[in-house]
């Protein structure tokens, strides 16, 4: 199957979506977009996207599937090796609860749609943006740098000694906090799973400031 990504280097759910192909290694051609400047609001990306987001994933038959999250659930189940989620069930909700506390309690509050808002309806600068930002990754990353530390489940990566959903979240949202320039040090075990990520290829490679778009 060939797939087409359309997305953006530096969209941390694209990087989600390009980690789990890489881990599942699929090849998938890379479609980029500019943001900033409306390419996803064009009448052919909303027919393939609604909400004019990335990333889409275009399926060979041009089916396209968006929201992150459900992709890589859908590259889970049709593309199973190396699975993404443990095999127990307690196992996965764990892994699930900790790539919410990434997914849906800093990136739909710090994305750039978002920040758009702060700045056009409120008068936010880059100061403020970066307050806005950082206060939404602290209050999380606190509290994720309690559960790595004191569950016995943590081992090499978030949950054990493969790479899962909670590590691909937690990839991209750590490049993500580099926009704002913020330091991994008061959170040692985020930095001690980002860094054992940041060895492997299929992480590594998807990272923003390596792909064809970045500037």
């Known amino acids: 199957m060939t797939f087409r990504l359309h997305n953006f280097f530096r969209s941390s759910t694209s990087t989600r979506v390009r980690i789990a192909l890489n881990l599942k290694g ?14 996803t609001r064009t009448p052919e990306y909303l027919a393939r996207n609604p909400q004019g987001l990335v990333p889409t994933l275009e399926l060979e038959d041009g089916t396209s599937l968006t ?12 593309h199973p090796a190396p699975p993404l989620l443990p095999a127990d069930s307690l196992g ?3 892994v ?19 920040l758009f808002r702060l700045r056009d309806q409120f008068g936010a600068d880059e100061a403020a943006q ?3 930002f950082t206060h939404w990754v602290n209050l999380t990353f606190d509290a994720l740098e309690v559960e790595l530390a004191d ?3 943590t081992g090499r990566f978030c949950h054990g000694e493969v790479p899962t959903l909670a590590d691909i979240c937690l990839y991209a949202q750590v490049w993500n906090n580099r926009r704002f320039d913020i330091p991994l040090e008061p959170w040692p075990n985020i930095k001690r799973v980002f860094a054992a990520l940041d060895e492997l290829p299929a992480f590594h490679d998807a990272a923003p400031p390596n792909q064809p778009d970045a500037a």
């Open 151 to 153: 569950n016995a489940p």
């Open 130 to 132: 970066k307050e806005w």
């Open 96 to 114: 699930r609860a900790l790539s919410f506390m990434i997914a849906c309690e800093i990136h739909p509050l710090n994305n750039l749609r978002v």
């Open 67 to 78: 929201q992150s999250l459900a992709i890589i659930e859908w590259l889970d189940e049709t």
């Open 92 to 94: 996965r909700a764990r």
């Open 26 to 39: 699929l090849s998938y051609g890379y479609v980029p977009y500019l943001l900033r400047k409306g390419e």
